[in-house]
């Protein structure tokens, strides 16, 4: 995992520092980018911490599969700071972070693309061929991670956005308002394309296919149906965007977040 001004991310460690300076930046910039940052910051200090606990079945192997999933959101993140190619999946993320929008929004935008795309694709990379059902248990770890840290960053971000409890009242919640998505969805969808990549011998033409239908449910999430149109400039004029302090919130809530 090479990036420009630096060496490649040997271990859990190295990304971790990275995705630091990246956060610190967006909390400085106001770069929308870092709401999805900082979750999956938290998610992975909590893999490193798995892996010295013995939580996952191989700790060697679950490393090198979280540092190349990990590598491949911050290459994106560089490549598209740098005006150099990314998939369409991360385009339509970063690109929406361009342009206001809620930090649920922003979240989910991230998610989309790291879990429908680049976990199945760094699972297959790891554990290619037939072999990759060996990862199936802590593949499902990860995710279990991930699940766990949303919800804690939802819980962080109804402090910041009073409008955001107001969506789950009235049945607005922009997750659910997206039908075709939905982490348990996504995290079922992500496997089966890992046990496809891993045994394709057609693997870019799968990857430029995924890579659309990703960008598709993502463009969806970026500009959702009328309802939530009618709802959204309210919820965004109520939100206060402050990473650093929903940063803190996370902490609060047991997840390992620097800032």
Known sequence: MQHPGGLPAASIDDAIARMDRIIARCAET????????????????????????GAFDDGERMEAFDVRFAGLWLDAFDAWDRAAPVSQSWACSFAAAERPGLILQHLLLGMNAHINLDLGLAAAQTCPGPGVVELRDDFERINDVL?????????????VSPMARVLDLVGLRLDEAIVSFSLGQARARSWRFAEELACADLAPTLVGERDLAVAGYGARLARP???????????????????????????????????
């Not at 106001?30 to 606990?53: K, M, P, S």
């Not at 004029?237 to 902490?251: C, M, N, Q, T, Y």
Request: with cysteine; charged share 30%.
């Open 147 to 159: 699940a766990e840290l949303v919800d804690a960053m939802q819980d962080a971000i109804g402090e």
């Open 30 to 53: 106001g770069d929308a980018r870092g709401w999805f940052a900082v979750v999956y910051r938290a998610v992975t200090a909590r893999v490193r911490d798995g892996i010295a606990e």
């Open 225 to 259: 149906g009328w309802a939530m149109r009618c709802v959204l400039p309210i919820a965004r004029w109520r939100e206060e965007p402050d990473l650093a302090r929903v940063a803190g919130l996370l902490r609060a809530r047991g997840a390992d977040v620097a800032l």
